[in-house]
C-alpha cells in the first residue's frame, strides 16, 4: 500500500500547525509591544548599574 | 515502513473527520459573533471618556474577542445534540464530525482562562471578571440552564451578548458607569425581538430540538406579541440614551430614524397572521431580521462618533445641551 507524499489529511495538519504558529507569533509581538507600553507609562525605572540612584543616596547636608 | 507504522497511518486516515483542520476550530468560536463582539467592545473601549494606549486598546479588544469565542466553543461543545438536529447548526464543526467534542470542551476551556488572565493583565481586573462572568453566563446559564429549560431563553440569556461594550468601557476607565449600563440595555432590549423574528421563519428547527422557544410554548400569536412589546420598549430607551452621555445629535437622528422603520416593521408582523407570512415566505420577519443586525450596528456607529466629536462642536453650533 502506497500513500501520495502529500495525503489531504497532512495538508489539514500542516495547515492547522502553520495556523497555530502564527499565533503563537502573534501573540509573542503582543506581549512584546504590551510589555513595553506598561513599563513605559509606569514612569522613569532607575537602574542598579553604571549611574547611582537618586533615590538610594543618603541624604546630604544642606539638602532640605 | 513497517507494519505497526503503516496501520496507524491508516487508523488516521479513517479517522479523518476527527483530524480537524485550523479553520474547523476556529468556527467553533463563531466568528460572526466575534465580530459582533469586537465592534461592540470597541465601540464601548473608544466612546470612554478615559482613553488607553493603542497597543493595549487592541489587546483588550482581542482578549474579549477570544473570550467570546471560548464562551462559543463551550456553547457549540454542550449543544452539538440539539445543532444536529436544527438546519441552521447542522453544519458545525462538531455535528458535523469534524471536530471532536472533547476537543472543543478543551479549547473552549483553555481559551476562557487565557483570555480572563490576560485581560487582566493587558486592561484591570474588574473588565477581567465581567469577561469571566460573561462566559459563565453564556455556557452555564444560558446554554446549560436557560436554552433548555424556559421561553424566557432568549430574554435573559441576551445579557451574555449586551456585555462587551461594558467590558470595553470598564476596560478604559476601571469602573462601571451609566452609560456602559445603557449600552448594556440597548443589545439586552435588541435582543429578543432580533431572535423572535428568527424562529418565526426559522419555525422548524427549534420546534424538531425541542428548544422551549416563545413560538413553541406560547405560539406564534404570542410570539409576534411579544416582538412588538419588546421594540417599542427599545425604541424610548434607544431614543432616549440620545439625552445622556453617551448621545448626541447624530445619535439621536439615527436613533429616531432606525427605531421608526423598526416600529414599523414591528407593526406589521404583530398585525400579520401564519396564512398572510406563508404566502409571502416570511417576507415581512425576514426583512425585520435583516434589518435588526443593520439597527444595532447604526446605533454603535453613532455612539462611536458621538464620542469623537469634541463637545465643544456641539456648543459652538448652539446645541449646548450635548456639549
Redesign the interface.
Known sequence: ?S?ASE???HK??K??N???ALCLVAFIA?MF??TT??IR?SGPVEGFDHAPRASALPATEGEG | MTETS?HT??D??AQ?PH?????D??ALLKPRVMTLVVFTAAVGLLAAPIGL?W??A??AI?FIAIGAGASGALNMWWDADIDAVMKRTAKRPIPSGRVDPQDALNLGLGLSGFSVVMLGL?ANWLAAGLLAFTIFFYAVVYSMWLKRSTPQNIVIGGAAGAFPPMIGWVAATGSVSVESVLMFALIFMWTPPHFWALALFMRSDYDDAGVPMLTVTHGRRATRVHILAYTVILAVLAVAAAFTGIGGPIYLAVAVVCNAIFLRDAVKIWRRDEDMSEVDNFKIEKSFFRFSLFYLFAHFTAILIEALIPGSVWAALGMGVWA
Request: no cysteine; proline share 0%.
Open positions: 500500500m500513500f495525503h489531504e489529511m489539514r495538519r495547515g492547522r502553520m495556523g497555530v503582543l509591544a504590551l507600553v506598561k507609562d | 503503516l497511518l491508516e488516521e486516515i479523518g483530524d480537524a483542520g485550523f479553520g476550530f476556529f494606549h497597543i493595549e487592541i489587546a482581542l493587558a
